[in-house]
T-cell receptor
Framework: DAKTTQPPSMICAEGRAANLPCNHS???????VYWYRQIHSQGPQYIIH???NNETNEMASLIITEDRKSSTLILPHATLRDTAVYYC?????????????FGDGTTLTVKP | DTEVTQTPKHLVMGMTNKKSLKCEQH?????MYWYKQKAKKPPELMFV???????INESVPSRFSPECPNSSLLNLHLHALQPEDSALYLC?????????????FGPGTRLTVT
């Protein structure tokens, strides 16, 4: 599975959009981009995933560049409860045995 | 229902004890996972079961023994653990089809080995 690179930390003001970048320059054609977050002392929570098209759900939007080498997770109106570690993962979905390898993630702090 | 349950929430065991962690999901998912997470580190994959068969073992020591009795249940049997095995153990499940590998995690079992 391809490796990902994320900034270690970011700060966002409450009510503003949080844009979390992820670099996955070695991604292959079969690999999807998945985003999870982990609030302190809880299990990780699935947010969104995509292959090449931009995706949106009730939690967030995922923007994938045309060359698929990077993506951005957008939380449109960040709240204090969005403070968490955000993980970007790429995964080969062509195999049941594909692994989801978590990197160090980005610690997002939302401030009042 | 997108819930994965794990029991117990906390476990303290001695190095000579035998204990088991239990994970359950009723979403019809066919892939189930065990992860280990140390403080301030990302989760590390230990085992993957796909359609009730072990498909990935990330070179985990034999003192950890997984078991998948049916498609809804996943156990992790523990024996002769070391203090460095103290961690949060996370279970997850996913549908297991292409494009549907989003994982749903349980709250974890916090294990302390004394």
């Amino acid at each position: 599975d391809a490796k990902t690179t994320q900034p270690p930390s970011m700060i966002c003001a409450e009510g503003r959009a949080a844009n979390l970048p992820c670099n996955h320059s070695t991604i292959s054609g079969n690999e999807y981009v998945y985003w999870y977050r982990q609030i302190h002392s809880q299990g990780p929570q699935y947010i969104i995933h995509g292959l090449k098209n931009n995706e949106t759900n009730e939690m967030a939007s995922l923007i994938i560049t045309e060359d698929r080498k990077s993506s951005t997770l957008i939380l449109p109106h960040a709240t204090l409860r969005d403070t968490a570690v955000y993980y970007c993962i790429v995964r080969d979905d062509n195999t049941n045995a594909g692994k989801s390898t978590f990197g160090d993630g980005t610690t997002l702090t939302v401030k009042p | 229902d997108t819930e994965v349950t794990q029991t117990p929430k906390h476990l303290v065991m001695g190095m000579t004890n035998k204990k088991s962690l239990k994970c359950e999901q009723h979403m019809g998912h066919r892939a189930m996972y065990w992860y280990k997470q140390k403080a301030k580190k990302p989760p590390e994959l230990m085992f993957v079961y796909s359609y009730e068969k072990l498909s990935i073992n990330e070179s985990v020591p034999s003192r950890f023994s997984p078991e998948c009795p049916n498609s809804s249940l996943l156990n992790l049997h523990l024996h002769a653990l070391q203090p460095e095995d103290s961690a949060l153990y996370l279970c997850a499940s996913s549908q297991g089809d292409r494009g549907r590998f989003e994982q749903y995690f349980g709250p974890g079992t916090r294990l302390t080995v004394t």
